[in-house]
């Protein structure tokens, strides 16, 4: 019951591929293998270009330089969008806790309600079961007495 999908969870932005995809290279940039990888390739850039091994881009590294801005400018928007899926999410994560807890809570108000109706008729019952046998009691008292007058008047009679 709890753990059934939920419409309001879905992303503003949806499930589309390129969200969902944004969402997985946003993830990747932030991980030790890309970081380590990025180095490699970066001191092998420089190293290559620095020993004369080959010189297509040489000192000071302009298009080195460009390739890193070109990453930064579209990495940025990736994990811009990458994020604001994620605080859709947990905005809707939030919106569905608040109003579990506003069920549970009205839940639990209608259950005291519930009981205190309950406790208020047992209490009626018993003031009524009290009365019975306080009507009972006095019955028996006079049912008592009669018979008494009863064998009264006809032994003496």
Known sequence: RFHAPHAHLASAFGDDWFGVRAEGFARFFGTPVFLVAQTVVVAVWIAVNAAGLTR?????????????????????????????????????????????????????????????????????LLELNTRLTQITQELSQRIERLTDEIHRKVVSG
């Open 56 to 124: 297509f881009d040489v000192y000071p590294f302009i298009l080195l330089n460009l390739a890193f801005s070109l990453q930064a400018a579209y990495a940025a928007p990736l994990i811009l969008l990458a994020q604001t899926r994620q605080a859709d999410r947990d905005k809707a994560l939030v919106d569905a806790d608040a109003q579990h807890r506003e069920a549970l809570a009205q839940a639990s108000l209608e259950r005291q309600e519930f009981a205190t109706k309950q406790s208020a008729q047992l209490l009626e």
